[in-house]
């Protein structure tokens, strides 16, 4: 009875050991273009906290030197560009709506994407940064 026990202790508290190149390599796939962080754990049996904390690892240094790029992606990522936003009321809207002949031409600078109950409307200078935020936040 003690070597089922003591087997069975020893079996559950053993973790995995995972290599740097292992951990440098998933976490290097969750900055591709479009990557999903847990995808990629996912793919890779891997939990998706531990994931994210080797990501802060990696950025530390833990690994190797990361990537210039990966640094840069991050410390962008960091800092949310915030934009003004109006809500207007649907019913306003349909009153004062314009035909399209009435409209004015939409100048330079401002990005105005519609869907089926809402409009977006981005006015001044939009940064193609701030438009592929913009894209990548409304595709999820």
Not at 15 to 25: L, Q, S, T
């Amino acid at each position: 009875m003690d070597e089922i026990s003591t087997s069975k202790s020893m079996k559950s508290s053993k973790r995995p050991n995972f290599a740097d190149e292992f951990k440098r390599g998933l976490v290097e796939q969750t900055f591709e273009p479009d990557a999903s962080v847990s995808l990629v754990a996912r793919r890779n049996d891997i939990n998706t906290n531990l994931l994210f904390r080797w990501r802060r690892q990696y950025l530390e240094g833990a690994f190797g030197p990361p990537c210039p790029e990966h640094v840069a992606q991050k410390s962008a990522d960091a800092i949310p560009t915030l934009l003004p936003v109006s809500i207007v009321d649907e019913t306003s809207v349909a009153a004062t709506a314009m035909t399209t002949a009435e409209a004015p031409s939409l100048a330079e600078g401002v990005c105005e994407i519609e869907f089926e109950r809402a409009r977006i409307r981005l006015r001044g200078d939009v940064s193609p940064a701030t438009l592929k935020l913009l894209i990548r936040e409304l595709s999820r």
